[in-house]
């Protein structure tokens, strides 16, 4: 009897070693890492926790969506916003959503600009009293943000990140699926694949790609029949064709990144630009600790279409020295903005 015990002991404790040395191996923690960037990078402060970042395709400026998640961790929230900021230093950032609600804290947001030049922002919002919402907004002729519309619906289980097809008709990842607590824990560390990609046709909500390993960010192709999606812990970017009618999704490829991507940029070029999370335990921790002394390194991946496949490129990589838990990498010409999830400052650089 107790050679049996101690044989069950021995073969719980060997797949219990197996399950936490898999669990390392595929966030990344045994990865060697050698800091890089051909350009110049300097701290750009009054946005903090800049999530979010996209360019207006033509007139150079940048929206970027910041809330100070640290405050909020320490107890102390203070109102978030989307600001204006232009890269060529003519001007100093923006708030544009001072008039509206104080319980503001956006987290992925998308831009669609008409034809006529009209300029719609769909935001999410995760509100104080834990509610989670999509906030409709317009680009009034003084360039402030006009509230249009709040959208709730019990299919925002855990959103974050969309994007706009038109000035009514969005999708929207839902990184989790199960509620905060131990379950969510459950879920995270045994890699459970439960989240899901949501689609607002304008009128109500339904889900359009399940069973994903943490859908992040979610971006399109300029023509709008190609729809591109991360999945964190699948350390992978999937490939939809868009049905533009129905709205509906047929998976087309999915591409391994060997590494946690977060939000998806599109440049004029139709370039991809990933900001992702080679280690992503380095980044669990970062995102918990207040202080912040705990840091977390920071990767932009560019893909260029190229035919059926995707040209892979990293193009900046930092050991969480010189910025921490990058999650967006926006790119216009020459200039690169990075935002980090905690951070006082976003990054802006410059390539020669």
């Given amino acids: 009897m107790k050679k049996k015990l101690l044989l069950g002991l021995g073969v719980l404790t060997v797949v219990l070693a197996g399950f936490v040395l898999k669990t390392l191996s595929d966030a990344g923690q045994f990865k060697q890492l050698t800091p890089h960037h051909a350009g110049r990078c300097t ?25 100070d998640r640290r405050a909020t961790q320490a107890g102390r929230p203070v109102p978030g916003g989307i600001y204006r900021y232009d890269p060529t230093g003519a001007t100093p950032p923006v708030l544009l959503t001072g008039a509206f609600s104080r319980d503001f804290h956006p987290h992925g947001f998308s831009l669609f600009v008409a034809p006529d030049g009209t300029q719609t922002l769909f935001v999410i919002n995760h509100t104080e009293a834990g509610s989670h919402q999509i906030e409709r907004f317009e680009v009034g002729v003084d360039g402030m943000l006009v509230h249009r ?111 946690g991507p977060d939000n998806i940029e599109v440049d004029a070029l139709g370039h991809l630009w990933i900001a992702t999370h080679p280690k992503l335990l380095d980044f669990a921790a970062h995102a918990k600790d207040v202080s912040g002394a705990t840091r977390a390194p920071a990767q932009v991946l560019r893909l260029k279409p190229s035919g059926d496949s995707l040209e892979l490129e990293e193009v900046f990589l930092d050991d969480g020295q010189r910025t921490s838990g990058v999650a967006v990498a926006a790119v216009s010409g020459n200039r690169m903005l990075l935002g980090p999830v905690y951070e006082e400052t976003l990054l802006h650089c410059e390539s020669p």
């Fill in 149 to 259: 519309r709040t959208l709730r619906d019990a299919a925002l289980v855990s959103p974050n990140d969309l994007v706009a097809v038109d000035a009514e008709r969005f999708y929207v990842t839902n990184d989790h699926g199960l509620a905060p607590g131990a379950a969510r824990m459950v879920e995270d560390y045994l890699q459970l694949a439960l989240g899901n990609v949501v689609y607002f046709d304008g009128t109500g909500f339904r889900e359009v790609i399940r069973d994903t390993a943490y859908a992040n960010g979610i971006n399109r192709s300029a023509d709008g029949l190609t729809v591109y999606l991360a999945q964190s812990i699948g350390r992978s970017l999937s490939v939809y064709t868009r049905d533009v009618a129905s709205g509906a999704l047929t998976a087309r490829r999915t591409l391994p990144l060997g590494t």
């Fill in 43 to 67: 701290p750009v402060p009054g946005m903090p926790g800049a999530e979010d970042i996209t360019f207006h395709p033509t007139l150079g400026y940048a929206y970027v969506s910041s809330d």
